[in-house]
C-alpha cells in the first residue's frame, strides 16, 4: 500500500510538473517555437536517460530516480 501511494505521488509531481511547463510555455521570454524545440528535445533526452534504469529496475524505482534528477 505505501509503494503504491508513492508511486501515484510521484505520478502526480511529475504530471504536474510536466503539463505546467507546456502550459506556461507562452509566458516565457523569447522565441516560442525555440522554447517549444528545447523543451522536446529534454523531454527527449529524459525519455531516453530514463529507458536503461526502468530496463533494470521496477517502474517505482525509475519514477524516483528520474524525479530527483530533474
Known sequence: MINLIVVIMCFVF??????MVNFFMKYVGGNIFINTLLSSISESIGNFAV??????????????VMFGCS
Do not use: E
Request: aromatic residues 24%; proline residues 5%.
Open 14 to 19: 511529475v504530471s504536474f510538473n510536466y503539463y
Open 51 to 64: 529507458s536503461p534504469i526502468h530496463k533494470y529496475s521496477n517502474t517505482k524505482v525509475s519514477f524516483m
